[in-house]
T-cell receptor, first 111, second 111 residues
């Protein structure tokens, strides 16, 4: 099992450009999450999907949208990237709301 | 809001010694506690968890202690090895999908 996979690994954007970060899990988990991690900080929740067909805002949702495409896949979209969105983005999944398993991250630089 | 903090941002330990990483939390509603390990350039990795109805739980070389009276959590690593060098996050949950991450403690193991 690959666990949680994320694409791309690295991305450089110009201010105002859009992009979608992809996440997939093969553990048949119900819940999926998107976090961002800024230097020297813990992770902050952007959006989560408790189950297929539902999405909810986390702590820092502004500037982002998500889509729970199916049980396996949960994407994060930046419609108009800003330098403040430069960060490392992690996707995670869990069977319930507790133990979450994380992907390797996407490093995003917005110029 | 929740504030999950750490007593020490960095910790240096001699290889073979025991390590203790401390964490203070403020949300009295927290009932689920997790320690994650994050190696450089990787996503957080689950180490061990504990629920509020317990005060101690042991894993392989790791022990988590919970003191709900003073809202304190600690992670003990026995016989610390170079592979234990990482940032360790104290994470709390309060019955929802939104886990709260602390800022992390960087553990450095001296060979």
């Amino acid at each position: 099992n690959a666990g949680v996979t994320q694409t791309p690994k690295f991305q450089v954007l110009k201010t105002g450009q859009s992009m979608t970060l992809q996440c997939a899990q093969d553990m048949n988990h119900n819940s999926m999450y998107w976090y961002r991690q800024d230097p020297g900080m813990g992770l902050r929740l952007i959006y989560y999907s408790a189950s297929e067909g539902t999405t909810d805002k986390g702590e820092v949702p502004n500037g982002y949208n998500v889509s729970r495409l199916n049980k396996r896949e949960f994407s994060l979209r930046l419609e108009s990237a800003a330098p403040s969105q430069t960060s490392v983005y992690f996707c995670a999944s869990s069977e319930n709301w507790e133990t979450q398993y994380f992907g390797p991250g996407t490093r995003l630089l917005v110029l | 809001g929740e504030n999950v903090g750490l007593h020490l941002p960095t910790l240096s330990v001699q290889e073979g010694d025991n390590s203790i990483i401390n964490c203070a939390y403020s949300n009295s509603a927290s009932d689920y506690f997790i320690w994650y390990k994050q190696e450089s350039g990787k996503g957080p990795q689950f180490i061990i968890d504990i629920r509020s109805n317990m005060d101690k739980r042991q894993g392989q070389r790791v022990t988590v202690l919970l003191n709900k009276t003073v809202k304190h959590l600690s992670l003990q690593i026995a016989a610390t090895q170079p592979g234990d060098s990482a940032v360790y996050f104290c994470v709390t949950g309060a019955g929802s999908y939104q886990l709260t991450f602390g800022k992390g403690t960087k553990l450095s193991v001296i060979p």
